[in-house]
């Protein structure tokens, strides 16, 4: 059996050990908890975290998984029941003290892993604070799964948020989670020119241009093609983080 990576499933003693073992390394992912459309649970960005961290950890190996962060910065989708936003500023101070404590455990590489885009300017003002106060550890930013995954899975064609891929993605990783019945595309028409997400933070609210809150067409989603982005993301992940860490034995991350 393999060992526990999983942090909030371990004890205290269990974590002292990893570490002293050399397990030095650990990832976690900074979510949110909003609207995904009729068909996918608030929780899609934390399930989307939790999965890609707890799987890179495994490929990186010598790598514990740290507790999501959740919610974070989503006031864009405020106008649909059960979103719950951050303030910039709070997630920022959020992020900088789980470096600063997962530091001070003995962790010498600490991966920050952003599943939810709407976070994206926050995280980079956060991990350069973070940095800065963390030394003799490397703090290991990665801003979005949007530039990980295949070519076409995120655009302005395919959308990018309860989309196809995303809607795939939850029907591998947690199946009885997605409203089959309600995968449909948004009736309204959107101009694919403000499907960018970040033409979108700077407009408004995604009720503006969404009637059901999905932007892309989730139709043809299937568990088949989550499975295969995923390990897609998962994959080019790892070898960027193998690449800003040197991979050598030091550092306690697995070149193979």
């Not at 910065?73 to 951050?86: Q, R």
């Not at 920050?112 to 030394?135: D, E, Q, W, Y």
């Not at 799964?145 to 591998?172: C, K, M, Q, W």
């Amino acid at each position: 059996m393999s060992p526990e990576i999983v942090m909030e499933n371990m004890t205290w003693e269990e974590i002292r050990d990893a570490i002293r073992s050399g397990s030095t390394n650990v990832a976690f992912a900074v979510a949110s908890w909003e609207q995904h459309g009729p068909q996918l649970p608030i929780s899609t960005d934390t399930l989307l975290g939790d999965e890609i961290a707890r799987r890179v950890a495994s490929k990186l190996a010598k790598t514990l998984v740290g507790p999501t962060i959740r919610p974070g910065y989503s006031p864009h989708h405020m106008t649909f029941p059960g979103t719950i936003t951050l303030r910039g500023e709070t997630l920022e101070m959020l992020i900088e003290d789980y470096c600063i404590s997962l530091a001070k455990h003995g962790f010498k590489n600490i991966v920050v892993i952003c599943s939810h885009g709407g976070n994206t300017p926050t995280m980079k003002l956060a991990c350069r604070k973070a940095a800065g106060s963390v030394v003799g550890v490397n703090v290991i930013p990665i801003y979005d799964i949007v530039p990980y995954a295949p070519e076409g899975t995120f655009d302005r064609e395919s959308g990018f948020h309860a989309n196809r891929a995303e809607t795939s993605l939850i029907l591998y990783i947690r199946e009885g989670l997605v409203k089959k019945d309600k995968i449909q595309k948004d009736p309204m028409r959107l101009n694919k020119n403000i499907i960018d997400y970040s033409i979108l933070l700077a407009q408004g609210f995604v009720s503006d241009i969404s009637s059901t809150g999905v932007l892309g067409d989730p139709t043809g989603a299937s568990s088949q093609e989550g499975e295969k982005i995923l390990e897609v993301i998962v994959e080019n992940m790892t070898k960027e983080i193998r690449l800003l860490l040197g991979a050598d034995d030091s550092l306690g991350i697995s070149a193979g």
